[in-house]
Nanobody, 121 residues
């Protein structure tokens, strides 16, 4: 079984920065895509950023120019550098991955438990 564990959340003032990390562990053969989603109270979970094994990225319009997603494939780890944070960025941030647990298995999707990010003065 695969686990995704997020870290790096916390309280930050508007205009500040945070760096989130997500490490995948367990029976992992390859990871195709890793990404970050977020969910604020009373709102639907939304895509923040995605990155493929080849390095292609996608960002939500609301975070373009402020957030940067990256990954270290050999470590099965994805990062989200968040700059110029705004109060509307406040949410629980979730890590997500599409991966194979072995060459004999197909793709599966996994979610982390989430890490709280609060932007407030």
């Amino acid at each position: 079984q695969v686990q995704l564990v997020e870290s790096g959340g916390g309280l930050v003032q508007p205009g500040g920065s945070l760096r989130l990390s997500c490490a995948a562990s367990g029976s992992i053969f390859t990871i195709r895509t890793m990404g970050w989603y977020r969910q604020a109270p009373g709102k639907q979970r939304e895509l923040v950023a995605l990155i493929t094994v080849g390095g292609s990225t996608n960002y939500a319009d609301s975070v373009k120019g402020r957030f940067t997603i990256s990954r270290e494939n050999a470590k099965n780890t994805v990062y989200l550098q968040m700059n110029s944070l705004k109060p509307e960025d406040t949410a629980v941030y979730y890590c997500n991955a599409d991966l194979r647990e072995g060459i004999q298995y197909g793709l599966k999707n996994y979610w982390g438990q989430g890490t709280q990010v609060t932007v407030s003065s």
